[in-house]
């Protein structure tokens, strides 16, 4: 239920939406998703009909404008962003520079660019934590992409979480990173718990 303390949240590569699954006991309301699949995109409007679902691949330039146009009318403070993380599974070919999936990361600089976002939370395996990215005639690990590009709008932490130390009957480990402005108080609280 949306009220007058509802955060207005988009989410980006939202699958079926099991990421979104308790953001409103947080007050959050996502307004906005996108997912590439129809499948699942439709998946995620049985479970979330209130939210704007926009399929389509998201490195398209139509569709990640089309994203942001129809983001820039919710005024949203908040993003979830869940990259797929398939090619940087440490099983298979290990082919991690070849896999074009690995740089699905750059569309969320792109979103994050493009509005004024007061949280971003982004999602992922612990290996994308170690990985190196091309950027800026260099080659570097997101944490330090994000510094070097929002060190001085947000403060950012990162952390490796397990889902079985939340109640989950599964070990699932996720490196979670949070870039927050300063004046959002109450999530310099919660990211004090995390690098």
């Given amino acids: 239920m949306v009220n007058d303390r509802t955060i207005t949240g988009i989410s980006m590569f939202s699958s079926a939406g099991i990421a979104e699954t308790y953001l409103s006991k947080l007050n959050i309301h996502i307004a906005l998703a996108n997912e590439i699949l129809k499948d699942r995109a439709e998946y995620y409007t049985h479970f979330y009909p209130d939210t704007d679902m926009l399929v389509g691949d998201i490195m398209d330039d139509k569709i990640l404008d089309e994203y942001v146009a129809r983001a820039r009318k919710l005024n949203p403070s908040f993003l979830l962003a869940t990259p797929p993380c398939q090619g940087m599974s440490?099983?298979?070919?290990?082919?991690?520079?070849?896999?074009?999936?690995?740089?699905?990361?750059?569309?969320?600089?792109?979103?994050?660019?493009?509005?004024?976002?007061?949280?971003?939370?982004?999602?992922?395996?612990?290996?994308?934590?170690?990985?190196?990215?091309?950027?800026?005639?260099?080659?570097?690990g997101i944490v330090d992409i994000l510094e070097r590009r929002y060190g001085g709008r947000y403060n950012i932490r990162y952390d490796i979480f397990n889902a079985k130390d939340y109640g989950v009957a599964q070990s699932r480990p996720r490196a979670i990173i949070i870039l927050y402005k300063n004046n959002y108080l109450g999530c310099s609280v919660l990211c004090s718990k995390i690098n």
């Fill in 90 to 140: 440490s099983l298979g070919k290990k082919e991690y520079a070849e896999d074009v999936r690995n740089y699905l990361i750059f569309a969320v600089l792109k979103v994050i660019d493009s509005l004024d976002l007061d949280v971003v939370v982004i999602e992922n395996v612990p290996k994308f934590l170690k990985l190196c990215f091309p950027y800026e005639n260099d080659c570097l």
